[in-house]
């Protein structure tokens, strides 16, 4: 790889619905891999015909275009199709752009010094590229409504003069000239969110040169105040925005190229952050996400590792911190990360473009969700006889056998007698010296991945005074 390119933003989509609130072990498919255009530094993703399937917009550097792969179902893509952008395309983004609900492509074109703007004609299909100038080397846009007016806008990251560019939208796909704010030195990402709770979307801006993020406070009307510069690792091409502690405010994830790690800073007050602290990942990172993945509901990071070949998952153990990475293998060098259900199951799964070899990876999210199930085999009194759901038996003594089952495995189980609290036990548990009366008993599966038998099977009898 000559030089540095920088991906596009990051559309997060599709977190677990309904996680269940403990950890559990997550796992992925080997990476299939679809061919797009040549050098495929960026992607977004997005429903882009509107069949309720996500799909994948992708930029292409080498030769001038994106990728459009359309999603056909349980994670596959059908063949690329190529729209022409402008000189050089690295980032893209997703977003309807001119009102009439369909999804539409705002590409940066890094040698042209322009924004080109795809829109879709509402058939799976765009038009031809609108462009319009920014200032030197953009690397990557974002979109956003940034001045209130309801249409949305765009602010793009110029690597070569140092500054974002801020271009207003008329809501009809067009966008008003360019006005620039400046940040650090060579800013390669830019990305929108709320920073300081005043209901106005702000930016956070990574800068390669300077080894730091700017963060711009957005005035209210588009306008930005001077940039706040927070220090990071070395040569950060990367920012995520997430609630990574907890707490409330929005915190920062960016990954950093040149010191083989993710710094996390955390929000404070008015917008600023606190110091950074670092987590390590692969060999330089290029791209972070943020998703919750292991069901304990705290958001967790995907890091793209673009000379290790892989992607590191780190769990958030809370407060912000994280544990130590969990690496997947990639079939390329991944430049861009980004997450989504792309097969309809409820999970999260990867995409990573790879720039040298001219493809996109799917990683499928294979973790075990479903809970385990318990069932009651057998139960007999302390004479041997099979003692029936609400029958009756003249023993004193019971013995009841059980077993579960479950995708990912049973690592044990917890009984309850008589409406006690549940304790750990093994199948066949026995019970002895039991009052004349009725007595119940429930008993639930706990499978590896720390999830437990929502429905415990029960048995019930009663131990009836001899004749």
């Known amino acids: 790889m000559t030089g540095l390119r920088t991906p596009s933003g990051i559309l997060l989509a599709a977190l677990l619905s309904g996680a269940v609130g403990f950890a559990q072990p997550v796992s992925f498919s080997p990476a299939a891999n679809f061919a797009v255009g040549a050098s495929p530094f960026s992607f977004a993703i997005g429903d882009l015909n509107g069949d309720g399937k996500l799909d994948l917009a992708v930029a292409n550097v080498s030769n001038d275009n994106v990728s459009i792969l359309l999603n056909t179902g349980a994670g596959s893509f059908g063949t690329a199709t190529n729209f022409v952008a402008g000189d050089y395309p690295i980032s893209v983004a997703v977003g309807d752009l001119n009102g009439d609900g369909n999804p ?8 042209s010094n322009n924004v080109s703007i795809l829109l879709a004609t509402g058939t799976e299909n765009f038009g031809t590229a609108t462009n319009f100038a920014v200032d030197t080397q953009p690397r990557s846009v974002a979109i956003g409504d940034l001045n209130g007016d309801g249409n949305p806008d765009l602010a793009v990251a110029n690597h070569g003069s140092h500054n974002v560019s801020i271009l207003l939208g008329t809501g009809t796909g067009a966008f008003a000239p360019a006005t620039n704010f400046a940040v650090g ?19 956070a801006v990574a800068n390669y040169g300077s080894h730091n993020v700017s963060i711009l406070l957005n005035t209210g009307t588009g306008a930005f105040g001077p940039a ?58 290029m791209s972070v996400a943020i998703v919750e993945l292991n069901g304990d509901g705290k958001p967790d990071l995907a890091v793209a590792n673009h000379n290790s070949k ?20 990639t079939k390329g060098s991944p430049t861009s990360v980004a997450i989504g259900d792309l097969n309809g199951d409820g999970k999260p799964d990867l995409a990573v473009a790879n720039e040298p070899s001219d493809n996109v990876s799917i990683l499928l999210n294979t973790t075990d969700t479903s809970p385990p199930d318990t069932s009651i085999t057998l139960t007999v009194d302390g004479g041997a006889a099979v003692v029936a759901g609400g029958g009756s038996t003249q023993s004193s003594s019971i013995t009841v056998t059980f077993a579960g089952t479950d995708d990912v495995g049973i690592a044990g189980f917890q009984c309850s007698r008589d409406g006690a609290a549940y304790i750990p036990c093994a199948s066949a548990v026995g019970y002895s010296a ?34």
């Open 104 to 111: 539409d492509l705002a590409v940066a074109n890094q040698v």
């Open 185 to 203: 030195t060579s800013p390669v990402f830019v990305a929108i969110a709320v920073l300081n709770g005043d209901g106005n979307p702000d930016l």
């Open 228 to 285: 706040a510069n927070f220090d990071t690792g070395r040569s950060p091409t990367s920012v995520a925005i997430g609630d990574l502690s907890g707490d409330g405010k929005p915190d920062l994830a960016v990954a950093n190229w040149g010191s083989d790690n993710v710094s996390i800073l955390l929000g404070s007050v008015a917008g600023a952050f606190v110091a950074a602290t670092d987590f390590v990942a692969g060999a330089n990172p």
């Open 310 to 329: 892989n992607i590191s998952i780190l769990f958030n153990i809370g407060a912000g911190a994280f544990g130590p990475a969990t690496n997947f293998a």
């Open 434 to 467: 039991l009052a004349i009366g009725p007595h119940s008993f429930q008993v639930r599966a706990l499978d590896v991945a720390g999830k437990l038998d929502p429905s415990p099977a029960g048995f019930s009898w009663t131990v009836v005074t001899p004749p």
